[in-house]
């Protein structure tokens, strides 16, 4: 799905089943987190789906060694437990953190189910949502199962931003958003940005990432 158009969709969703809920007195809750608070932590029983109303989160993998390995960043009204609370195993695999202050909406998977009953048209909605994470998900471990810095790059240029042949600008958050994404560090990043650079196979200026060589970048891709 393209990017806005999934942005709204979250959107009316979550007005949607904000609305049903209410009107039908159904039991949810909202809460409030400060800046890099724990959520949920990897192992802990996924009872409920959240609805990030403001702010960003961060799911991570965080390793022994204390490094840490971003999956994803969610965005105002994306969703977190949906695929794992109907599951068999319902533990997170992952650690979910507040990026910034931040503002969820829960509710549990019974609640959920009573919802769908009547109102189907949520259901077909909350169907699709999940369509769309599960291929996100797949994008994701695609990306970072690229072997290079410059492969892992490549994917994200055509696959995460759709670069084309006949659009080849996109923009980025910052260096170390992109390296945290990608799994690498931000100095690694920087060099390989800058020797890609000099070799005329993209240019960047700050947020702004033009490809330059289109066809170099797809052959990288494994």
Known sequence: MHKDYLKNFHA??????????????????????QKEHIIALSGDECRQIGILIKGEIRIEQLFNNGKKNIINILKQFDIFGEILVFSNEAIYPFDIISATKAEVFFISKENLLKIFTDETS??????THVASSYLTLNQIIKLKSQK?????????????????VDKRKCTIKNKTYLADLIGVERQ?????????????YLSYDKNLIIIKDFYYFQKLIE
Do not use: G, M
């Not at 949520?122 to 169907?127: C, E, G, H």
């Not at 290079?148 to 084309?164: G, N, Q, R, V």
């Not at 690694?188 to 005329?200: A, E, H, I």
């Open 12 to 33: 009316l969703f979550y007005q949607d089943l904000f609305n049903a809920v209410k009107q039908k007195h159904i039991p949810y809750s909202i809460k409030n987190y």
């Open 122 to 127: 949520l259901l077909t909605q909350f169907l």
């Open 148 to 164: 290079t810095i410059e492969s892992k790059l490549a994917y994200y240029f055509l696959h995460i931003k759709k670069i084309t």
């Open 188 to 200: 690694s990043l920087s060099r390989v940005f800058n020797d890609l650079q000099s070799k005329d």
